[in-house]
């Protein structure tokens, strides 16, 4: 049973003993691989799978690939540490890692150098008995060619996750399975302390793939949609009276001309900048968009009573403890945000095949109802430390996970 340390010192000084034990760590594989004559040069770094013994997957590390003209090695195994913290974190039995090509996205040759990558990294793979789980979506993929081309180079679906539903894949993306669990991490965290997520009213900012999917699944749980910015809507929109179905299917599907058209008759611009929607008088802020847009130099604007993580780190450390400082309730984006590496679980470990999918969407279904139950549990247990000890969410989220690569789940 979890149980959680008897009081903020004690917390404190198991937590700095955990972090130093994580920053001590080295990957289990670190690889650079290359064919110089084709001019390719990859990555794969496998950072941990002690965490995945006894489960589903052993052995196993899993995280998605990045394709970027300027990657360098020391940018994967930064982002494979990461994933280890954010699988602990969801409560997965599978450790984290991460691969990556160096080469432009837009490059003419992008297919073929991507196919003779994912075909050198073969004899690492899990399902080759190595410890590396596969492929996935990240910046600088173009779904679902990646998928397609993976899966097709190394005749195996397995090889890669996020998948089209006909390829026995959960196409997380496209159902917003991210975005789903941070709905869910808002609504829990509201309950948890004593209000609901019915007549909740939310600002998002930041309207891509997370940003729209939260649109979506916070309306079905009752939430009313006042503010949003997205440069694509041309900065900061505030929604004059309750939104209508209309305009909630183009924000949440991006049909985006269709919602710009709503947007002129239902909302009132009230800034080219999109950081406006930050500071939004609303129930429920959800920052979508890039890293660090909360940060010392405007935190104290939040007017928001909670603040749920839709995009990596979107709070610095001196933003989280201004918040903290004014009261403010949040969730970090480890705890609200592992949808697609949940939904990569599912398809790994998934029986059905690519007709069973197409017929049931079985794995889709089972990749969001563990979603919702995975963040429901893992924000409770954040919500109990933070209001137990009064410690930060940022630095309660991150004990959590440390306890999970370190105790095991």
Not at 57 to 79: E, H, I, Q, S
Not at 87 to 102: C, E, Q, T, V, Y
Not at 324 to 333: E, H, L, M
Request: net charge negative.
């Amino acid at each position: 049973m979890f149980k959680i340390p008897a009081t903020a010192a004690d917390f404190h000084a198991e937590l700095t003993d955990l972090q130093q034990k994580f920053q001590a760590m080295e990957p289990e594989l670190e690889l650079t691989i290359r064919d110089p004559e084709m001019g390719v040069e990859g990555y794969v770094v496998v950072w941990n799978t002690g965490i995945s013994l006894g489960g589903a997957l052993p052995a196993c590390g899993k995280g998605g690939t990045r394709v970027t003209k300027d990657l360098k090695l020391d940018d994967v195994k930064r982002l494979a540490r990461a994933m280890a913290e954010k699988n602990a974190a969801a409560g997965l039995p599978l450790g984290g890692a991460k691969s990556g090509l160096r080469l432009d996205p837009t490059s003419p040759d992008y297919e073929k150098k991507y196919r003779r990558f994912v075909e050198l990294c073969k004899p690492i793979l899990h399902e080759h008995g190595g410890i590396f789980g596969g492929f996935g979506y990240d910046v600088g993929c173009i779904p679902p060619k990646n998928a397609i081309w993976a899966c097709d180079q190394l005749k195996s679906n397995r090889s890669f996750t996020g998948k089209p539903v006909d390829m026995g894949g959960t196409d997380y993306d496209k159902e917003g399975i991210a975005g789903l669990g941070v709905a869910v991490a808002a609504k829990t965290l509201i309950e948890e302390n004593g209000n609901t997520a019915q007549g909740s009213t939310f600002a998002v900012q930041g309207v891509g793939a997370m940003g729209a999917a939260i649109i979506r699944y916070f309306v079905d749980y009752g939430g009313v949609l006042k503010y949003l910015s997205d440069p694509k809507y041309g900065g900061t929109w505030g929604i004059n009276n309750t939104p209508s179905a209309d305009l909630i299917d183009a924000l949440a599907h991006q049909k985006k001309d269709i919602a710009i058209d709503l947007l002129a008759k239902e909302a009132t611009k009230i800034s080219d900048d999109c950081t406006e929607a930050l500071y939004a008088d609303v129930d429920v802020l959800f920052p979508s968009a890039m890293e660090d847009v909360l940060h010392k130099g405007n935190a104290a604007k939040v007017k928001a009573k909670f603040m749920v993580e839709g995009a990596n780190n979107p709070t610095t450390a001196e933003a989280h403890q201004i918040l903290f400082d004014k009261g403010i309730k949040a969730v970090p984006d480890i705890i609200s945000n592992p949808g697609g590496i949940i939904a990569a679980f599912v398809e790994l470990t998934s029986k059905a095949t690519s007709e069973e999918n197409v017929k049931t969407h079985i794995n889709v279904t089972n990749a969001k109802e563990m979603t919702i139950t995975k963040v429901s549990e893992n924000t409770k247990k954040l919500v109990n430390i933070v209001n137990t000890l009064k410690v930060r969410p940022d630095l309660a989220g991150d004990y959590m996970a440390y306890r999970n690569i370190f105790y095991g789940l």
